[in-house]
Protein backbone atom coordinates (compact mmCIF):
# COMPACT_ATOMS: atom_id res chain seq x y z
CA UNK A 1 0.00 0.00 0.00
CA UNK A 2 1.29 3.53 -1.28
CA UNK A 3 0.74 5.84 1.55
CA UNK A 4 1.24 9.55 0.54
CA UNK A 5 1.90 12.10 3.50
CA UNK A 6 3.97 11.22 6.64
CA UNK A 7 2.26 13.15 9.46
CA UNK A 8 -0.60 11.89 11.70
CA UNK A 9 -2.65 10.63 8.74
CA UNK A 10 0.47 8.38 7.47
CA UNK A 11 0.64 7.52 11.28
CA UNK A 12 -2.49 6.20 11.06
CA UNK A 13 -2.55 4.52 7.99
CA UNK A 14 0.74 2.82 8.49
CA UNK A 15 -0.64 1.55 11.56
CA UNK A 16 -4.04 0.29 10.39
CA UNK A 17 -2.22 -1.15 7.24
CA UNK A 18 0.43 -3.04 9.48
CA UNK A 19 -2.70 -4.61 11.68
CA UNK A 20 -4.22 -5.95 8.45
CA UNK A 21 -1.13 -7.08 7.12
CA UNK A 22 -0.22 -4.81 3.97
CA UNK A 23 3.17 -3.98 3.68
CA UNK A 24 3.57 -0.28 3.37
CA UNK A 25 5.52 2.37 1.12
CA UNK A 26 5.46 6.17 3.09
CA UNK A 27 6.00 8.75 0.04
CA UNK A 28 6.34 12.15 1.88
CA UNK A 29 8.66 15.55 0.84
CA UNK A 30 10.11 15.52 4.56
CA UNK A 31 13.26 13.43 5.43
CA UNK A 32 11.94 13.35 9.20
CA UNK A 33 8.24 12.59 8.42
CA UNK A 34 7.01 10.61 11.52
CA UNK A 35 4.81 7.88 9.79
CA UNK A 36 8.04 6.91 7.49
CA UNK A 37 9.53 5.05 10.42
CA UNK A 38 6.69 2.73 10.87
CA UNK A 39 6.43 1.56 7.22
CA UNK A 40 8.31 -1.28 5.49
CA UNK A 41 9.94 1.62 3.44
CA UNK A 42 9.94 5.07 2.32
CA UNK A 43 10.60 7.47 -0.26
CA UNK A 44 11.61 11.06 -0.06
CA UNK A 45 9.60 12.69 -3.08
CA UNK A 46 6.64 15.92 -3.39
CA UNK A 47 4.13 14.69 -5.52
CA UNK A 48 3.64 17.91 -7.17
CA UNK A 49 6.89 18.96 -8.10
CA UNK A 50 7.95 15.45 -9.10
CA UNK A 51 5.41 13.36 -10.23
CA UNK A 52 6.86 11.11 -12.46
CA UNK A 53 9.27 10.13 -9.77
CA UNK A 54 5.89 9.54 -7.53
CA UNK A 55 4.37 7.90 -10.31
CA UNK A 56 6.76 5.15 -10.46
CA UNK A 57 6.21 3.94 -7.02
CA UNK A 58 2.75 4.03 -7.10
CA UNK A 59 2.92 1.99 -10.12
CA UNK A 60 3.71 -0.78 -7.54
CA UNK A 61 1.45 -0.62 -5.24
CA UNK A 62 -2.07 -3.07 -4.91
CA UNK A 63 -3.57 0.61 -3.57
CA UNK A 64 -3.16 4.46 -2.67
CA UNK A 65 -4.18 6.79 0.02
CA UNK A 66 -3.28 10.30 0.40
CA UNK A 67 -2.76 10.67 4.15
CA UNK A 68 -2.21 14.71 4.08
CA UNK A 69 -4.96 17.53 2.85
CA UNK A 70 -2.93 19.54 1.03
CA UNK A 71 -5.15 20.58 -1.91
CA UNK A 72 -2.36 20.92 -4.22
CA UNK A 73 -1.31 17.75 -3.47
CA UNK A 74 -4.46 15.98 -3.83
CA UNK A 75 -5.41 17.57 -7.02
CA UNK A 76 -2.06 16.11 -8.55
CA UNK A 77 -2.51 12.22 -7.02
CA UNK A 78 -6.05 12.44 -8.47
CA UNK A 79 -5.09 13.04 -11.83
CA UNK A 80 -2.31 10.20 -11.75
CA UNK A 81 -4.65 7.97 -10.42
CA UNK A 82 -4.94 6.25 -13.57
CA UNK A 83 -1.27 5.11 -14.10
CA UNK A 84 -1.14 3.41 -9.90
CA UNK A 85 -0.93 -0.12 -8.90
CA UNK A 86 -4.60 -0.50 -8.03
CA UNK A 87 -7.50 1.41 -6.49
CA UNK A 88 -7.02 5.12 -5.17
CA UNK A 89 -8.53 5.30 -1.60
CA UNK A 90 -9.77 9.05 -1.84
CA UNK A 91 -12.83 10.82 -3.45
CA UNK A 92 -11.65 14.16 -4.90
CA UNK A 93 -15.22 15.52 -5.37
CA UNK A 94 -17.04 14.14 -1.97
CA UNK A 95 -13.05 15.85 -0.14
CA UNK A 96 -14.24 19.15 -1.81
CA UNK A 97 -17.94 19.08 -0.66
CA UNK A 98 -16.66 18.27 2.76
CA UNK A 99 -14.11 20.94 2.88
CA UNK A 100 -17.23 23.74 2.27
CA UNK A 101 -19.33 23.85 5.44
CA UNK A 102 -21.76 25.81 3.63
CA UNK A 103 -21.84 23.22 0.52
CA UNK A 104 -21.99 20.13 3.31
CA UNK A 105 -24.46 21.50 5.31
CA UNK A 106 -26.99 22.44 2.31
CA UNK A 107 -26.45 18.54 1.66
CA UNK A 108 -26.96 17.70 5.59
CA UNK A 109 -30.23 19.93 5.90
CA UNK A 110 -31.88 18.61 3.10
CA UNK A 111 -32.03 15.19 4.91
CA UNK A 112 -32.83 16.84 8.36
CA UNK A 113 -29.56 16.01 9.80
CA UNK A 114 -29.97 17.76 13.33
CA UNK A 115 -27.32 20.76 13.17
CA UNK A 116 -26.75 23.62 15.61
CA UNK A 117 -29.13 26.60 14.98
CA UNK A 118 -28.23 28.89 12.82
CA UNK A 119 -27.21 32.94 13.08
CA UNK A 120 -29.35 35.00 13.69
CA UNK A 121 -31.51 32.81 15.33
CA UNK A 122 -29.60 31.04 17.83
CA UNK A 123 -28.23 34.23 19.01
CA UNK A 124 -25.08 34.28 21.68
CA UNK A 125 -22.71 32.48 22.77
CA UNK A 126 -21.95 31.61 19.00
CA UNK A 127 -19.31 29.77 17.07
CA UNK A 128 -17.92 31.88 14.44
CA UNK A 129 -15.92 29.05 11.83
CA UNK A 130 -14.36 29.41 8.30
CA UNK A 131 -16.36 27.45 5.30
CA UNK A 132 -13.18 26.29 4.04
CA UNK A 133 -10.45 25.59 7.01
CA UNK A 134 -10.01 22.49 8.37
CA UNK A 135 -9.68 21.44 12.76
CA UNK A 136 -9.64 24.64 14.80
CA UNK A 137 -8.06 27.12 12.38
CA UNK A 138 -9.91 30.18 12.60
CA UNK A 139 -12.58 29.38 15.04
CA UNK A 140 -13.97 31.28 17.55
CA UNK A 141 -16.49 31.21 20.45
CA UNK A 142 -18.32 34.71 20.60
CA UNK A 143 -20.39 35.92 23.08
CA UNK A 144 -21.19 39.53 21.94
CA UNK A 145 -21.38 41.95 18.87
CA UNK A 146 -17.21 42.98 19.88
CA UNK A 147 -16.39 39.79 19.69
CA UNK A 148 -18.82 38.74 16.78
CA UNK A 149 -16.86 41.57 14.75
CA UNK A 150 -13.12 40.08 15.89
CA UNK A 151 -13.71 36.57 15.15
CA UNK A 152 -15.50 37.55 11.50
CA UNK A 153 -12.09 39.90 10.67
CA UNK A 154 -10.44 36.60 11.49
CA UNK A 155 -11.99 34.19 8.59
CA UNK A 156 -11.86 37.90 6.39
CA UNK A 157 -8.07 37.56 7.02
CA UNK A 158 -8.58 33.88 6.09
CA UNK A 159 -9.99 34.51 2.57
CA UNK A 160 -12.86 32.75 3.77
CA UNK A 161 -16.26 32.75 4.12
CA UNK A 162 -17.83 32.90 7.64
CA UNK A 163 -20.25 30.43 9.20
CA UNK A 164 -22.25 31.52 12.06
CA UNK A 165 -24.19 28.72 14.12
CA UNK A 166 -25.45 28.22 17.68
CA UNK A 167 -22.47 27.32 20.65
CA UNK A 168 -23.59 23.97 21.52
CA UNK A 169 -22.38 22.10 24.69
CA UNK A 170 -21.96 18.43 25.21
CA UNK A 171 -19.50 15.37 24.58
CA UNK A 172 -17.65 15.19 21.55
CA UNK A 173 -18.51 12.31 19.39
CA UNK A 174 -17.48 11.15 15.92
CA UNK A 175 -18.32 7.96 13.09
CA UNK A 176 -17.18 6.80 10.05
CA UNK A 177 -19.21 6.22 7.14
CA UNK A 178 -17.42 4.25 3.83
CA UNK A 179 -19.04 4.17 0.19
CA UNK A 180 -18.62 3.01 -3.17
CA UNK A 181 -20.14 5.86 -4.71
CA UNK A 182 -23.54 4.62 -4.93
CA UNK A 183 -24.27 2.73 -1.45
CA UNK A 184 -22.21 3.75 1.37
CA UNK A 185 -22.12 1.57 5.30
CA UNK A 186 -21.30 3.49 9.06
CA UNK A 187 -19.82 2.04 11.57
CA UNK A 188 -18.57 2.58 14.94
CA UNK A 189 -19.85 5.65 16.79
CA UNK A 190 -16.73 7.27 19.43
CA UNK A 191 -16.03 9.71 21.57
CA UNK A 192 -13.64 12.02 21.00
CA UNK A 193 -11.90 13.79 24.06
CA UNK A 194 -10.48 17.22 24.29
CA UNK A 195 -7.31 18.96 25.88
CA UNK A 196 -7.40 22.38 27.20
CA UNK A 197 -7.07 23.56 23.32
CA UNK A 198 -9.65 22.00 22.31
CA UNK A 199 -7.31 19.76 20.02
CA UNK A 200 -8.19 15.80 20.47
CA UNK A 201 -6.31 13.93 23.04
CA UNK A 202 -7.80 10.79 23.41
CA UNK A 203 -10.63 8.95 21.64
CA UNK A 204 -12.66 5.92 24.20
CA UNK A 205 -14.83 3.28 21.96
CA UNK A 206 -17.42 1.18 23.74
CA UNK A 207 -21.21 0.67 23.56
CA UNK A 208 -22.60 2.99 25.56
CA UNK A 209 -21.35 6.25 23.53
CA UNK A 210 -25.12 7.02 22.55
CA UNK A 211 -27.94 5.15 23.19
CA UNK A 212 -29.81 2.26 20.79
CA UNK A 213 -31.72 4.55 19.25
CA UNK A 214 -29.43 7.52 18.92
CA UNK A 215 -26.89 5.28 17.83
CA UNK A 216 -28.78 4.37 14.36
CA UNK A 217 -29.79 7.94 13.93
CA UNK A 218 -26.63 9.12 14.09
CA UNK A 219 -25.05 6.03 11.44
CA UNK A 220 -28.09 6.90 9.35
CA UNK A 221 -27.27 10.40 9.12
CA UNK A 222 -24.09 9.45 7.98
CA UNK A 223 -25.20 6.68 5.31
CA UNK A 224 -27.85 9.54 3.73
CA UNK A 225 -25.10 12.14 3.71
CA UNK A 226 -22.17 9.83 1.92
CA UNK A 227 -25.08 8.66 -0.74
CA UNK A 228 -26.54 11.80 -1.25
CA UNK A 229 -22.53 13.19 -1.89
CA UNK A 230 -21.95 9.83 -4.39
CA UNK A 231 -19.23 8.94 -1.95
CA UNK A 232 -16.32 7.01 -3.06
CA UNK A 233 -13.91 6.68 -0.19
CA UNK A 234 -13.59 7.36 3.40
CA UNK A 235 -15.82 9.78 5.53
CA UNK A 236 -16.28 11.08 8.97
CA UNK A 237 -19.35 12.87 10.50
CA UNK A 238 -18.33 14.65 14.05
CA UNK A 239 -20.58 16.00 16.71
CA UNK A 240 -21.67 17.56 20.04
CA UNK A 241 -24.13 14.75 21.85
CA UNK A 242 -26.62 17.29 23.63
CA UNK A 243 -29.12 17.22 26.38
CA UNK A 244 -31.04 17.74 23.57
CA UNK A 245 -29.80 14.89 21.10
CA UNK A 246 -26.77 15.14 19.29
CA UNK A 247 -25.78 18.21 16.74
CA UNK A 248 -23.72 17.41 13.78
CA UNK A 249 -20.79 20.02 13.26
CA UNK A 250 -19.43 19.06 10.32
CA UNK A 251 -17.87 15.92 8.21
CA UNK A 252 -14.20 15.20 6.32
CA UNK A 253 -14.11 12.99 3.27
CA UNK A 254 -10.23 11.65 4.14
CA UNK A 255 -9.19 9.30 6.22
CA UNK A 256 -9.02 10.66 9.62
CA UNK A 257 -6.58 10.26 12.52
CA UNK A 258 -7.02 8.30 15.69
CA UNK A 259 -10.64 6.76 15.73
CA UNK A 260 -10.03 4.05 13.31
CA UNK A 261 -7.05 2.75 15.29
CA UNK A 262 -9.32 3.26 18.34
CA UNK A 263 -12.22 1.15 16.41
CA UNK A 264 -9.95 -1.44 15.56
CA UNK A 265 -8.66 -2.30 19.06
CA UNK A 266 -12.02 -1.86 20.18
CA UNK A 267 -14.36 -3.68 17.78
CA UNK A 268 -11.86 -5.62 15.73
CA UNK A 269 -12.83 -3.78 12.77
CA UNK A 270 -9.88 -2.11 10.34
CA UNK A 271 -11.74 0.68 8.13
CA UNK A 272 -8.86 0.69 6.04
CA UNK A 273 -9.09 -2.71 5.08
CA UNK A 274 -13.12 -2.03 4.67
CA UNK A 275 -11.99 1.21 2.39
CA UNK A 276 -9.65 -1.03 0.41
CA UNK A 277 -12.91 -3.38 -0.71
CA UNK A 278 -15.35 -1.25 -0.79
CA UNK A 279 -12.91 0.87 -3.78
CA UNK A 280 -11.94 -3.03 -5.30
CA UNK A 281 -15.56 -4.07 -5.23
CA UNK A 282 -14.70 -6.59 -2.49
CA UNK A 283 -17.40 -7.75 0.06
CA UNK A 284 -17.35 -6.61 3.58
CA UNK A 285 -15.21 -8.22 5.88
CA UNK A 286 -16.64 -6.63 9.13
CA UNK A 287 -17.41 -8.84 11.95
CA UNK A 288 -17.81 -6.39 15.31
CA UNK A 289 -16.33 -7.99 18.35
CA UNK A 290 -17.77 -6.93 21.86
CA UNK A 291 -15.38 -4.76 23.57
CA UNK A 292 -13.80 -1.45 24.65
CA UNK A 293 -10.36 0.66 23.90
CA UNK A 294 -8.59 4.18 24.64
CA UNK A 295 -6.79 5.39 22.31
CA UNK A 296 -4.59 8.89 23.83
CA UNK A 297 -1.57 10.86 23.42
CA UNK A 298 0.96 11.52 26.16
CA UNK A 299 3.88 13.96 26.75
CA UNK A 300 6.85 13.47 29.07
CA UNK A 301 9.12 16.19 30.30
CA UNK A 302 11.19 15.48 32.77
CA UNK A 303 9.33 14.74 35.85
CA UNK A 304 6.03 15.58 34.40
CA UNK A 305 3.53 13.71 32.31
CA UNK A 306 1.01 15.46 30.87
CA UNK A 307 -2.06 14.31 28.61
CA UNK A 308 -1.86 15.92 25.17
CA UNK A 309 -3.90 16.74 21.82
CA UNK A 310 -2.84 15.43 18.16
CA UNK A 311 -0.79 18.80 17.52
CA UNK A 312 1.50 18.03 19.92
CA UNK A 313 2.05 14.51 19.40
CA UNK A 314 3.13 15.42 16.16
CA UNK A 315 6.33 16.24 17.04
CA UNK A 316 7.15 12.71 17.78
CA UNK A 317 10.22 11.63 16.61
CA UNK A 318 11.03 8.36 14.60
CA UNK A 319 7.88 6.51 16.60
CA UNK A 320 7.91 2.79 16.56
CA UNK A 321 5.62 0.70 17.50
CA UNK A 322 5.69 -1.33 20.55
CA UNK A 323 3.56 -4.17 22.46
CA UNK A 324 3.67 -4.74 26.20
CA UNK A 325 5.47 -1.45 26.83
CA UNK A 326 4.98 -0.29 30.29
CA UNK A 327 2.38 -3.03 30.09
CA UNK A 328 0.21 -1.14 28.12
CA UNK A 329 -1.33 -3.59 25.20
CA UNK A 330 0.28 -0.63 22.57
CA UNK A 331 2.43 1.77 21.85
CA UNK A 332 3.31 3.91 19.18
CA UNK A 333 5.88 6.15 20.94
CA UNK A 334 9.78 7.50 20.36
CA UNK A 335 10.51 6.57 23.94
CA UNK A 336 13.73 5.43 24.71
CA UNK A 337 14.94 4.11 27.91
CA UNK A 338 16.80 7.48 29.32
CA UNK A 339 15.50 10.07 27.39
CA UNK A 340 14.24 13.49 29.67
CA UNK A 341 11.57 14.07 27.00
CA UNK A 342 9.05 11.67 24.89
CA UNK A 343 5.72 10.99 23.73
CA UNK A 344 3.49 8.23 23.13
CA UNK A 345 0.31 7.53 21.73
CA UNK A 346 -1.39 4.42 24.26
CA UNK A 347 -3.66 1.76 23.06
CA UNK A 348 -5.48 0.20 25.62
CA UNK A 349 -8.43 -2.37 25.19
CA UNK A 350 -10.40 -4.89 27.19
CA UNK A 351 -13.90 -6.88 27.07
CA UNK A 352 -15.37 -3.63 28.70
CA UNK A 353 -14.73 0.40 29.68
CA UNK A 354 -14.07 -0.88 33.14
CA UNK A 355 -11.24 -3.02 32.11
CA UNK A 356 -9.88 -0.50 30.21
CA UNK A 357 -10.30 1.72 32.71
CA UNK A 358 -7.95 0.02 35.20
CA UNK A 359 -5.67 -1.24 32.38
CA UNK A 360 -5.16 2.53 31.42
CA UNK A 361 -4.42 3.48 34.84
CA UNK A 362 -1.78 0.64 35.62
CA UNK A 363 0.30 1.34 32.41
CA UNK A 364 0.17 5.42 33.26
CA UNK A 365 1.27 4.26 37.23
CA UNK A 366 4.41 2.11 35.29
CA UNK A 367 5.52 5.05 33.34
CA UNK A 368 5.55 6.96 36.37
CA UNK A 369 7.20 4.75 38.28
CA UNK A 370 9.77 3.42 35.78
CA UNK A 371 10.08 6.95 34.54
CA UNK A 372 10.64 8.68 38.12
CA UNK A 373 7.74 10.78 37.10
CA UNK A 374 6.34 13.66 39.89
CA UNK A 375 3.01 15.26 38.47
CA UNK A 376 0.64 13.40 35.91
CA UNK A 377 -0.80 16.40 34.36
CA UNK A 378 -4.45 16.22 32.55
CA UNK A 379 -6.04 19.61 31.26
CA UNK A 380 -9.32 19.96 29.93
CA UNK A 381 -11.47 22.90 28.17
CA UNK A 382 -12.90 25.74 30.13
CA UNK A 383 -16.10 24.87 28.59
CA UNK A 384 -17.53 21.88 26.64
Not at 55 to 64: P, Q, R, S, T
Amino acid sequence: MGIVGGALQGIEAAYLARKAGYETVVLDRREDAPARSLADSSVTVNVVKEPEKAKKILADCDAVIPALEEMDALVALDSMKEDFGGPFLFDLKSYNISSSKQRSNEIMGRYGVPMPRPWPECGFPAIVKPSCQSGSVGVSEVENKEQMDAALKRVEELGDTPVIQEFVHGKSISIEVIGNGTSARSYITTEVVLDRNYDCKQVLCHPGILSEEEDTRFGLCAKMTAEDMGLNGLMDMEAIDTPNGFRVLEIDARIPSQTPACILAGTGINLLDELYRACSGKESAAKKQPGASSYEHFHIVGDRMYTTGEKEFSHVSDPQYCEGLFGSDEMITDYRPGKSEWRCTMITHGKDKDEVFWKRKDAIKAIMDECQIDEYIDLSPEVV
